[in-house]
């Protein structure tokens, strides 16, 4: 019909509808995207962007591991005349500090990504002007590693140690991968081949090589051993951030989203070539999901190195 609303219009006024009665109050689920083509007979791609368009006017956010939620405020519209600047002499400059700065900046990347991290955006999260900011930092890059040495300093290294090299270096696995639940932006902010040296993230380093030292092994190898298991958690841990945004971005959680590909799996299982992966995955209890992966893993590699020393 000439003029009418596109679909995804008239699904955002409906749901707006709901949140402004009262039908649907600050922390509850709105529908994901899977339930919107459901309940409106849509295609998948007009749900993304009805949770997008609501995202957008912030009616919703989207809380890891829960989905899309109410947002705690009702959206105000701004007043068109409404341009605030504040003046130079009532900027608070001797409030700011570098520790507040980096914490906002954590908050910012916590929220919404590392890629919605800029000095501008911490700028006016702090509300001061944005080259205020350059007096405690360089520079992104700066504000980035006083990030991830902040994150490594939340959770200190038990003291004293637990005996045996094992079970040191499983602590230190164990706490590296809650500290990357807990920001999912840092597994992906450090890099692997060009480490970067922040005082507590080295206190990890230093742990691990102290647990294995004294088992017989060279430097070289007490190095690959270290880097090995840190390796196996960073690089798991770098799809929590990837698995927030697809849930940003659809409003589905991972496991509404393997629901979407059960026509798939039947188009494949009529074909005949993934008779073994389809039996395993139809026929056990396995459930795709990062924690369960991390304990396999973490086990068998320990499981390796057992063998590894013992060889030495």
């Known amino acids: 019909m000439t003029g009418a609303n596109p679909p995804y219009l008239r699904i955002v006024a409906e749901v707006r509808g709901r949140i ?14 899977r339930r919107i083509t459901q ?14 368009t609501l995202r957008q006017q912030g009616l919703v956010r989207t809380v890891p591991g829960v989905g899309t939620v109410v947002a705690d405020a009702r959206p105000v519209a701004p ?16 409030e700011l500090s570098r520790d507040r700065i980096v914490r906002a900046a954590i908050e ?4 919404d990504g590392m890629s919605a991290l800029s000095m501008r955006r911490v700028a006016t999260s702090l509300d001061v002007a944005t080259m205020s900011l350059y007096r405690y930092v360089r520079g992104k890059d700066d504000l980035v590693l006083f990030m991830i040495d902040e994150a490594f300093g939340e959770e200190a290294l038990p003291t004293p140690a637990p005996a045996g090299w094992r079970a040191r270096l499983e602590v230190a696995a ?40 004294g088992h017989g092994l060279d430097p070289s190898a007490m190095l690959h051993a270290h880097v090995m298991l840190f390796s196996y958690v960073r690089g798991l841990a770098t799809s929590l951030e990837a698995e927030a945004e697809a849930e940003r971005d659809t409003g589905m959680t991972s496991d509404e989203w393997v629901e979407t590909q059960e026509a798939a799996l039947d188009a494949a299982a009529r074909s005949g070539e993934l008779a073994t992966f389809l039996h395993v995955v139809r026929d056990s209890d396995f459930e795709f999901d990062l924690d369960t992966l991390f304990e396999f893993g973490l086990a068998r590699i320990l499981d390796g190195l057992a063998v590894f020393l013992q060889a030495r």
């Open 79 to 94: 007043h068109p005349r409404v341009v605030r600047r504040r003046p130079p002499d009532r900027e608070p400059q001797q």
């Open 39 to 52: 309940e409106w007979g849509v295609a998948i791609a007009t749900a993304t962007k009805v949770l997008a």
């Open 174 to 213: 164990r706490l590296q991968w809650r500290l990357f639940h807990r920001h999912r932006w840092l597994a992906p902010a450090i890099s692997l081949t060009r480490p970067q040296v922040v005082p507590r993230g080295m206190a990890h380093t230093e742990w691990a090589l102290r647990a294995l030292a």
């Open 20 to 33: 402004e009665s009262g039908e649907l109050r600050p922390g509850d689920r709105v529908p994901s995207a």
């Open 108 to 111: 910012i990347a916590d929220t």
